[in-house]
């Protein structure tokens, strides 16, 4: 019996055998990899062209622009311009640069357009600009549609029962010619052809007092829109 145990124990019995797979070694890309070098190539190109971009950015310079349409007379405050960078062409310089401060309490000495480049002739010093603001009640119906920095003709007529008023000159008469609009500054009550309104302009000084003896006197003051609108489009007395 134990030699049967023993035998029994001695049998060796075949176990089934299973392939196992083997894993395949990552290899290393070789320079010689087509796929690589593509790759390589487009990171060389991107590199090269955001560089190229960043040195064209660079070439802008800064500017300032007018804010909103600017009238000859104007102040400059620290609102007035704001900063742009442009790459302009040769030759088209004479403009104000951004990359000092803004030059408040200078006078402009024309009109801008709103987004307009400043010319750096377009400043002066408050004293060589030869206007003042000056503020006149005109008929409400002639102010419809009128706008800061529009030129206007402004037109007198003396008051029928004033000083001059039997003069043989005292009819209507041309006063100011293309005069700026600063201000629609308010209405004043009344109907129809009674409704005023003030509106300031900008006269040039040797005028100041023309217009102001006419508003003293109580003279109609009309005020007409010059062919052309607005600022920036025509010439005038401011």
Same mark, same amino acid.
């Given at each position: 019996?134990?030699?049967?145990?023993? *035998?029994?124990?001695?049998?060796?019995?075949?176990?089934?055998?299973?392939?196992?797979?083997? @894993?395949?070694?990552?290899?290393?890309?070789?320079?010689?990899?087509?796929? =690589?070098?593509?790759?390589?190539?487009?990171?060389?190109?991107?590199?090269?062209?955001?560089?190229?971009?960043?040195?064209? @950015?660079?070439?802008?310079?800064?500017?300032?622009?007018?804010?909103?349409?600017?009238?000859? $007379?104007?102040?400059?405050?620290? *609102?007035?311009?704001? !900063?742009?960078?442009?790459? =302009?062409?040769?030759?088209?310089?004479?403009?104000?640069? &951004?990359?000092?401060?803004?030059?408040?309490? +200078?006078?402009?000495?024309?009109?801008?357009? @709103?987004?307009?480049?400043?010319?750096?002739? &377009? =400043?002066?010093?408050?004293?060589?600009?030869?206007?003042?603001?000056?503020?006149?009640? #005109?008929?409400?119906?002639?102010?419809?549609?009128?706008?800061?920095?529009? !030129?206007?003709?402004?037109?007198?007529?003396?008051?029928?029962?004033?000083?001059? *008023?039997?003069?043989?000159?005292?009819?209507?008469? =041309?006063?100011?010619?293309?005069?700026?609009?600063?201000?629609?500054?308010?209405?004043?009550?009344?109907?129809? &052809?009674?409704?005023?309104?003030?509106?300031?302009?900008?006269?040039?000084?040797?005028?100041?007092?023309?217009?102001?003896?006419?508003?003293?006197?109580?003279? +109609?003051? #009309?005020?007409?829109?010059?062919?052309?609108?607005?600022?920036?489009?025509? $010439?005038?007395?401011?």
């Amino acid at each position: 019996m134990s030699e049967l145990h023993h *035998a029994h124990q001695g049998v060796v019995r075949p176990m089934s055998v299973h392939a196992v797979p083997t @894993a395949k070694r990552l290899e290393r890309p070789s320079w010689r990899d087509s796929r =690589l070098m593509v790759g390589i190539i487009l990171v060389l190109v991107s590199a090269t062209l955001g560089a190229r971009l960043v040195a064209s @950015a660079d070439e802008r310079t800064p500017y300032f622009v007018a804010v909103d349409d600017l009238v000859a $007379g104007d102040r400059v405050t620290g *609102a007035t311009f704001r !900063r742009v960078d442009v790459a =302009l062409s040769d030759g088209m310089g004479g403009y104000l640069r &951004a990359d000092f401060p803004v030059p408040v309490g +200078k006078a402009l000495t024309r009109d801008l357009r @709103a987004g307009e480049l400043v010319p750096s002739s &377009a =400043l002066s010093d408050p004293g060589e600009v030869d206007v003042q603001r000056v503020t006149v009640r #005109t008929d409400a119906t002639a102010t419809v549609g009128l706008d800061r920095g529009q !030129r206007v003709d402004v037109y007198v007529t003396p008051d029928a029962h004033g000083a001059g *008023a039997e003069d043989e000159d005292s009819g209507t008469e =041309l006063l100011l010619e293309a005069a700026a609009v600063v201000e629609i500054v308010a209405s004043e009550g009344g109907f129809g &052809a009674a409704a005023r309104t003030s509106v300031q302009l900008y006269v040039p000084t040797g005028q100041v007092k023309a217009v102001v003896e006419a508003v003293d006197h109580d003279a +109609k003051i #009309t005020v007409v829109p010059v062919s052309g609108g607005p600022a920036g489009t025509s $010439g005038g007395g401011a």
